[in-house]
């Protein structure tokens, strides 16, 4: 390595991998509750980071009056079709309303009516002014004193020795400073992967996206390579969008009730049921069947009904203001045309990630996984990210009641901390390769989109498909491996790529391993069209001797789980 590049040694009782809502939430429970020192390590910046970084509208996982926890379990297993764990999401629902609180005493807005109720939007949602929501979380975690946040800091690698975590290993984005970490406890809330297949707009427009483009699955990658369990990445999640802007549609849907309709005016949402799998898959079949473009009916709202869809709209996604003003068509002149995203991996929304027990911690001992990328429960949204964090912070508690923080003297765990800082150094020193990190980023979502059922394909794929997908993923992954970089952006770059790639790996092997099609358009699976009753089973993954090994594993009916292997 060159003199000039720096390796920074911390340590601490634990280490929390991304700043989002659940990693941000964590913290703040460690602070509040014990006196272990936390370091939080963020790729970008605390204040603005994570799927809250834009802002919501609406708290869209809450217990509203007349119902109860298991209401919320028993909507998102039906959502799922039983693919849940129950146990984490009946943990995760009973903390949604304290947490909503909570957020609501460090002064997030939540509307309320005349009688100082919240204001409900729908049976399970709330009602919230948003736009400030993660700067609120992010003071209140700066504020503590036992809480170090390291920003600009890009998370590579987890040191582990005989299945338990001692730390991690990451790279700054402004200097030539590696970071070795040591900790007690590891949480890692880096939330899902985007960008892995090709998105609906291109060029300069690409990642004008559902999920944030910066989210690349950095948490699923190091977990993987780390040997860990995973869970449901075939569970992928499209999301139904306005088209071109890419905002949510369900502002629209439930704001003002509007129906699912075809060009000719026919509303097509009951012909295919109305779970989320379903509204995606009607829009993509009505398109196939020639009766698109696809709408939200909105022609004929109010004039208050527009004003509130325009506000909304400024709180989480712009664009779609600025075009119903741009084309003077106003949502009550004009319905409002949708499609589908290209498929993401993320475990707020559907279930894939790590497969964790009912205190989320991961197959790895001393590792915690929560909000986005742990698996096993869907529908968590804002308020689950914050309960899972809340839910692995009291274990890690527990966990280092009465032990000591780890001090890196350990020989195999140096040892892995000096090889991944010399890898960066390698990375920096070679010479120019002769493609970019951006063209093969291109070349690995034109696979993924064309043979492991992207956008262009209806979101179907079979096991020919697949299995070329793979192949060509293989060749990808080999030629990333030579990639260089003239600097720590472009070290970002390149990283983020292989972590990308490693997940690409990963899903393709889940979708290859279920052979049904459980949800349509999430895995439609031409091979195998329909559901199959009898493959009730969670698809799980581990990496072992370089190679993905699936896992199924029976449903958890279980109030409460632990690992047993």
């Keep these: 390595m060159s003199k000039d590049f720096e390796v920074r040694q911390i340590n601490t009782d634990v280490l929390i991998i991304g700043g989002g809502t659940a990693g941000c939430y964590a913290a703040l429970t460690l602070s509040r509750d014990t006196g272990l020192s936390v370091v939080i390590a963020e790729k970008a910046h605390i204040k603005r980071s994570g799927c809250l970084a834009a802002g919501v509208n609406a708290i869209n996982a809450y217990i509203t009056k007349g119902h109860a926890p298991q209401d919320y379990v028993d909507y998102a297993r039906k959502d799922a079709a039983g693919i849940v764990r129950e146990d984490l999401l009946l943990t995760a ?324 901390a000096q090889e991944e800082t010399a890898a960066y150094q390698d990375i920096l020193a070679g010479e120019q390769s002769p493609f970019t990190a951006e063209e093969l980023e291109e070349a690995m979502q034109k696979v993924m989109d064309e043979y492991a059922g992207g956008i262009s394909t209806h979101y179907q794929y079979n096991e020919k498909q697949l299995k070329l997908a793979d192949e060509k993923i293989d060749q990808l992954t080999a030629l990333a491996d030579e990639l260089t970089a003239q600097n720590m952006h472009e070290l970002l770059f390149v990283y983020e790529l292989k972590e990308r790639l490693i997940v690409c790996k990963s899903l393709i092997a889940h979708l290859r391993g279920r052979k049904e099609t459980r949800w349509h358009s999430f895995n439609e699976n031409l091979d195998h069209p329909n559901e199959d009753e009898n493959f009730f089973k969670y698809v799980n993954s581990r990496l072992e001797d370089g190679k993905i090994r699936i896992i199924l594993r029976d449903i958890v009916k279980e109030g409460s789980y632990e690992h047993t292997n």
Excluded at 225 to 247: N, P, V, Y
Excluded at 316 to 342: C, N
Aim: aromatic residues 8%; hydrophobic residues 35%; glycine residues 12%.
């Design 93 to 416: 629902a009973e903390h949604f309303n304290e947490v909503t609180a909570d957020m609501e005493n460090l002064g997030l807005v939540i509307l309320k009516d005349e009688n100082g109720d919240y204001v409900t939007r729908g049976n399970r949602n709330i009602k919230i002014n948003g736009e400030n929501f993660k700067p609120i979380l992010a003071k209140a975690v700066q504020e503590q004193e036992n809480v170090s946040v390291i920003n600009r800091v890009n998370i590579t690698k987890l040191l582990t020795k005989d299945n338990k975590v001692y730390g991690a290993v990451g790279f700054s984005l402004e200097d030539e400073t590696a970071y070795e970490i040591h900790a007690g406890a590891v949480l890692v809330a880096t939330g899902g992967a985007a960008g892995l297949y090709k998105p609906n707009n291109p060029g300069f427009s690409r990642h004008k996206m559902w999920y944030p483009p910066f989210n690349t699955g950095a948490g699923y990658a190091m977990g993987i390579r780390a040997g860990a369990e995973m869970t449901s990445f075939e569970m992928r999640f499209i999301a139904l969008r306005c088209k071109d802007t890419i905002a949510p549609t369900g502002t629209i849907a439930q704001g003002v009730g509007a129906k699912q309709i075809n060009s000719k005016g026919f509303v097509y949402e009951d012909k295919y049921g109305l779970t989320t799998s379903e509204r995606v898959y009607g829009t993509v079949r009505e398109n196939q069947l020639g009766n698109g473009p696809c709408y939200l009916k909105t022609s004929g709202i109010d004039k208050d009904q527009e004003e509130n869809l325009l506000k909304a709209y400024l709180n989480m996604a712009p664009s779609q203001t600025l075009k119903w003003i741009e084309t003077g068509e106003l949502p009550g002149e004009q319905d409002v045309e949708i499609e589908g995203t290209e498929p993401y991996i993320v475990g707020g929304h559907t279930a894939s990630g790590y497969w964790v027990d009912t205190n989320r911690e991961t197959t790895i001992h001393g590792l915690y996984a929560a909000g986005d990328v742990a698996g096993g429960c869907p529908q968590k949204y804002v308020t689950g990210a914050l309960a899972e964090g809340e839910l692995a912070a009291k274990a890690i508690e527990k966990q280092l009641s009465g032990t000591s923080v780890a001090d890196g003297a350990d020989e195999e765990i140096a040892r892995q």
